[in-house]
C-alpha cells in the first residue's frame, strides 16, 4: 500500500519525473551506443583530419576502399567495430576504365590522385564504384578537431559518465554502510577509530584526493573509477553511522536482543532496512557528484584516456575554440554534463520530499 502511494505521488512531481526518464533514456543509449551511433568504430575514434571541425549538419562523399560488408572486421557489441575499411573524403572523382581519378576533399582545383581498378570490388565499374564504394556522410552534429563525428563521440562518451557514477556509488554504498553501521552499534574504541578515519579523509579536499589515488593507482578508466569511489564514502559513513546509533536503541531493537538474535542479523536485517530511503537520496547526490568530479579529472588530463571519450575530455580538447568561433564544441559536452548532474540533482531532491515521514 506504501509503495502504491509513493509512485502515486512521484508521477505528480513533473520534474522528478522528467528527471528519472532522462536518466532512463541515457542509461539506454549508453547500453546500445555503438548501436545508436554513426560512427559505430570502437571508441567512435574514425579520424578525418580534412574535414576538423565542421559545422553541424556537414555533409560530403566518403571513399571506402573496401567492401561495407567486410566480413574480417573485428564486431562487438560493447566494443564497437575495429574498422579496416580506409575511408577518404572526397569532392570530386572521375571515372577511368584503370581505375578512379579522386579529389581528396580540401585539395585544391587541379589536384587529382589516381587510384587503380585493382584497389575496389572486381569486377570493376562505375555502378559498382557508385554502390559499395561511395556513400554520403552527413555529420549531425559537426566534427570535432580531429575530424571525428561528434554526435558519436557524445553517445559513447555517455558510457564514461554513468559508468563512472555506477561505480562510485556502489564503492561508496560497500564502505560507507559497513564502517558506518559498525561505528554506530558497537561503540567504543571501534567507533573512535572510523570517526578519526572519517575526519582525516573529511579534511582532504575531495578532488586533491582524487587526483592522488590516481596518480597512485595510474592514470587509466578503472583507476579513476576506483579513485572517486574511495573518496565518496564518508558522507555515507556518517549518515549510516548517526541513524544506528539513534536506530539500535529503539524497543524493537532491544526487543530483537532480547529475542538471542546475533548482533550481526540485527544490524543487516533489522537496522539497515530502515535506511534505504535516505540512502537512496545520498545515493542520487553522489552520482552528480562522482560526474562532475570525473568530468573534472578528464579536464585536467587524469581521467580517462584517448581514444576512449569523455564529456569531460571533449571540453578540454575544444574550449579554446569558444574564442574561435564554434563555441558548439565545447558547450555540447558541457550541456551534456549538466544536464545528467541536474537530472540526479533534480531527483534526489524529489526523493528527498517524497521519502520524508514528515510529508
Known amino acids: 500500500m506504501k509503495g502504491r502511494n509513493f509512485f502515486k505521488k512521484f508521477l505528480k512531481d513533473v520534474w522528478g519525473l522528467i528527471s528519472i526518464l532522462y536518466v532512463m533514456v541515457l542509461i539506454v543509449v549508453a547500453i546500445f551506443a555503438y548501436q545508436i ?14 574535414i576538423h571541425s565542421k559545422p553541424p549538419g556537414f555533409s560530403v562523399d566518403m571513399l571506402l576502399l573496401e ?46 590522385e589516381f587510384i587503380p581498378a585493382s584497389r575496389f570490388q572486381s569486377p570493376f565499374s562505375e555502378s559498382i564504384f557508385r554502390a559499395q564504394h561511395l ?17 558519436s563521440r557524445l553517445i559513447v562518451g ?14 561508496s554504498l560497500l564502505i ?14 571501534l567507533d573512535k577509530a572510523i570517526v578519526w578515519l572519517i575526519n582525516v579523509f573529511w579534511s582532504i579536499p575531495t578532488l586533491l584526493m582524487v587526483i592522488a589515488i590516481t596518480l597512485a593507482l595510474g592514470r587509466g578508466f578503472w583507476q579513476v573509477f576506483i579513485a572517486v569511489g574511495l573518496t565518496m564514502w ?8 548517526g541513524q544506528v546509533i539513534g536506530l539500535k536503541e529503539k524497543t524493537f531493537i532491544q526487543a530483537a536482543k532480547t529475542l538471542g538474535y546475533g548482533q550481526l542479523r540485527i544490524i543487516f536485517y533489522h537496522i539497515l532496512p530502515l535506511l534505504i530511503p535516505p540512502l537512496i537520496v ?34 578540454k580538447d575544444h574550449f579554446r575554440y569558444l574564442l574561435l568561433g564554434k563555441p558548439y564544441l565545447t558547450l555540447l ?10 537530472a540526479f540533482m533534480t531527483l534526489g531532491n524529489s526523493l528527498r520530499d517524497l521519502l520524508d515521514v514528515r510529508n
Open 67 to 112: 567492401a561495407k560488408n567486410n566480413e574480417t572486421a573485428d564486431k562487438s557489441f560493447f566494443k564497437g567495430v575495429i574498422n579496416n575499411i580506409q575511408e577518404i573524403p572526397i569532392q570530386n572523382f572521375k571515372i577511368r576504365s584503370d581505375g578512379v581519378d579522386i579529389q581528396p576533399y580540401g585539395s585544391p582545383n587541379d589536384f587529382y
Open 176 to 189: 560507507g554502510v559497513i564502517l558506518g553501521a559498525l561505528s554506530g552499534f558497537y561503540g567504543g574504541y
Open 135 to 151: 556513400e554520403e556522410r552527413t555529420f549531425i552534429l559537426g566534427t570535432d578537431k580531429y575530424g571525428r563525428d561528434l554526435l
Open 158 to 171: 555517455s558510457r564514461i559518465s554513468l559508468s563512472i557514477g555506477f561505480v562510485a556509488v556502489f564503492i
Open 333 to 342: 559536452p558541457g550541456l551534456a554534463i549538466m544536464s545528467l548532474v541536474l
Open 234 to 241: 564518508v558522507e555515507v559513513a556518517r549518515l549510516v553511522r
Open 37 to 50: 551511433a554513426p560512427d559505430k568504430t570502437t571508441n567512435a575514434n574514425q579520424m578525418h583530419l580534412s
Open 282 to 315: 545520498i545515493s542520487a547526490a553522489n552520482f552528480a557528484g562522482a560526474i562532475l568530479i570525473e568530468s573534472g579529472l578528464s579536464f585536467l588530463g587524469i581521467g580517462a584516456q584517448p581514444p576512449i571519450p569523455s564529456w569531460g575530455g571533449m571540453v
